[in-house]
């Protein structure tokens, strides 16, 4: 099962990378409820530890699981349906005690990952990528996990996968001309469905979602208090930050809670008004260069799976970050999802962590050049 504890070719600035992005997180924690912060570090040395055993066990070995896994995503999304724990109309948890809480649909991105690239791999030997009857499979694989994640409701994490997944089956070669179809295709569903979610008595999404799109598209009309007071925080941080001022006055924007969900969805607005610009731009930066180097491994992977399964794991890091904090800052609509590594939520963390060391392990075994 495992393979040789040979750390000749172990990718340690990667994992160095991912460990620095994780204490930083408790660290930026601390500032916005130090009640977590503890639970963090028990979470990210456990995320550590997960990282570092599945990075000797060899990728194709998990893979060749992955019908297993992929119906084991399914009964985990609907169970949590059926029993999850409902938090404002949402039921997107399983409460094992009563301060411990299981994400599925977190647990569910990096499956979907390991499924769709050993899905992918197989059609690319056998030459059968660009088929239609490969298109269709793809796009019902897809759709069963993401319509049950999106019933929760939890339209970020679906859209996230969405984005994800789609990119990975572009990179495995899919042709142009379908791409072509399925822009022409998008590009007047989307206006339908704009135009759609905005009359009074639609039925596809919450009002709360529905608030949100119209918030980014019509901002002078529609002001998202939390995004405003996000964009408040991480302007009064300044070049460097509230954390070490001797100058402070007052209370903080984040010691105020006039942001909800500072630990997770709105950790960016911390991070700008604790650590400042330069403290921004480092993590920005060392998620940036987490994403170049497994881009890197994906381009020296020794086969396609390898390849697939590193271009998606950068694509999530990437993507969800984005969102992150592009709605901490306001250039996105207000829609709650982790800035990867960083945000609290142990579900985020382990699930992250599980695929971060799957990549180490695709790392430990590149072509030679």
């Avoid at 924690?29 to 990210?44: C, E, H, L, R, W």
């Avoid at 019908?67 to 995503?73: V, W």
């Avoid at 299981?102 to 647990?107: A, G, K, T």
Wanted: some cysteine.
């Amino acid at each position: 099962m495992l393979s040789k504890l040979n750390i000749k070719n172990y990718n340690f600035i990667l994992f160095a990378m991912v460990a620095a992005l994780m204490f930083i997180g408790i660290y930026v924690i601390n500032f916005a409820d130090p009640d977590y912060s503890t639970k963090q570090m028990v979470g990210v040395i456990a995320g550590l530890i997960i990282m570092i055993i599945v990075s000797f066990i060899d990728y194709h070995i998990i893979c060749n699981f992955h019908t297993a896994l992929y119906i084991f995503n399914i009964v985990i999304l609907l169970a949590v349906l059926i029993g999850g724990k409902s938090v404002g109309g949402a039921k997107r948890w399983f409460q094992i005690s009563e301060s411990l809480t299981i994400q599925p649909s977190e647990l569910s991105k990096i499956i979907l990952i390991v499924f769709i690239a050993t899905f992918l791999a197989d059609e690319i030997e056998a030459e059968r990528i660009n088929r239609f009857f490969t298109i269709v499979k793809f796009a019902v694989f897809l759709g069963i996990p993401c319509a049950l994640i999106f019933l929760q409701p939890d339209l970020s994490t679906t859209l996230t996968i969405v984005f994800v997944l789609a990119t990975m089956f572009y990179i495995s070669g899919i042709s142009y001309k379908f791409i072509l179809s399925v822009v022409l295709l998008l590009v007047p569903i989307l206006s339908i469905f704009l135009w759609y979610v905005q009359q009074p008595d639609q039925k596809l999404l919450y009002d709360h979602q529905v608030d949100r799109i119209m918030s980014f598209l019509y901002p002078s009309e529609y002001v998202d208090e939390q995004q405003s007071n996000s964009v408040m925080a991480i302007g009064s941080g300044a070049l460097n930050g509230k954390a070490f001022s001797k100058d402070k006055e007052g209370m903080t924007v984040t010691e105020a809670r006039l942001v909800s969900e500072q630990r997770t969805d709105f950790i960016f607005s911390v991070i700008g008004e604790e650590l400042g610009f330069r403290g921004s731009v480092i993590i920005i930066a060392l998620i940036l260069l987490i994403v170049l180097q497994c881009i890197r491994i994906a381009r020296h992977a020794r086969d396609s799976l390898g390849m697939l399964l590193a271009s998606g794991m950068a694509c999530l890091i990437g993507y969800q970050s984005f969102i992150n904090i592009g709605v901490a800052t306001a250039v996105l609509p207000n829609t709650g999802i982790p800035l990867p590594f960083v945000s609290y939520g142990l579900s985020s963390l382990m699930s992250i962590s599980l695929g971060m060391g799957i990549i180490l392990n695709v790392s430990k075994q590149v072509k030679k050049y």
